[in-house]
């Protein structure tokens, strides 16, 4: 069975304090790593895909890695425009994503 | 613009009823899910569909029933064997590499 665990539940950082969101998975035939951002009351959206261990993405302040294991979405010099939950979810060989319980970002001006 | 859309935005039923939650996308996706979320779980899968007059049972289909009629559209009925209905409710659709997401459903019993 597929699983993937986010750390931590919730982080709080003052503006422009760098960090990093942690992602565990265990799947069989990793196809993708998926990250997307949710606002309250909306639905994901889309930010990274990654497909191979050591790959990387950046987008603005956010830059995406992974392992073998795990993926990490660092965050570089947070505005509180990027308070948000940011989920963590994984395609394997079912062709469905199975997703993590997400990590709350607050981001203190 | 290409995307997802779900309708109604908020959904109230009553004890014993059923609802249905529509989902239409213009994305031409082959295949299209449904996913429950509660306060701090993960989404949860409930069907998904990957070609028309298709679909699967995802982990929590129970009290759950879908349609795939058409190629755009992917309804989802929320009947009264589904005990606590009350949850934030989002259908997605994809191709390969990609997932797009609705802005969601947000269903309360009343």
């Known amino acids: 069975e597929d699983q993937v665990t986010q750390s931590p539940e919730a982080l709080r950082l003052q503006e422009g304090e760098s960090s990093s969101l942690n992602c565990s998975y265990t799947v069989s035939g990793l196809r993708g790593l998926f990250w997307y951002r949710q606002d309250p009351g909306k639905g994901p959206e889309f930010l990274f895909t990654?497909?191979?261990a050591g790959e990387e993405k950046e987008k603005e302040r956010l830059k995406a890695t992974l392992t073998k294991k795990e993926s990490f979405l660092h965050i570089t010099a947070p505005k509180p425009e990027d308070s948000a939950t940011y989920l963590c979810?994984?395609?394997?060989?079912?062709?469905?994503?199975?997703f993590g319980k997400g990590t709350k970002l607050s981001v203190i001006p | 613009d290409g995307g997802i859309t779900q309708s109604p935005k908020y959904l109230f039923r009553k004890e014993g009823q059923n609802v249905t939650l529509s989902c239409e996308q213009n994305?031409?996706?082959?295949?299209m899910y449904w996913y429950r979320q509660d306060p701090g779980q993960g989404l949860r899968l409930i069907y998904y569909s990957q070609i028309v007059n298709d679909f699967q049972k995802g982990d929590i289909a129970e009290g759950y029933s879908v349609s795939r009629e058409k190629k755009e559209s992917f309804p989802l009925t929320v009947t009264s064997a589904q005990k606590n209905p009350t949850a934030f409710y989002l259908c997605?659709?994809?191709?390969?590499?990609?997932?797009?997401f609705g802005s969601g459903t947000r269903l309360t019993v009343v």
């Open positions: 997605a659709s994809s191709t390969v590499g990609g997932y797009t």
């Open positions: 979810a994984v395609e394997a060989g079912s062709y469905q994503l199975t």
């Open positions: 990654l497909y191979s």
């Open positions: 994305l031409n996706h082959d295949a």
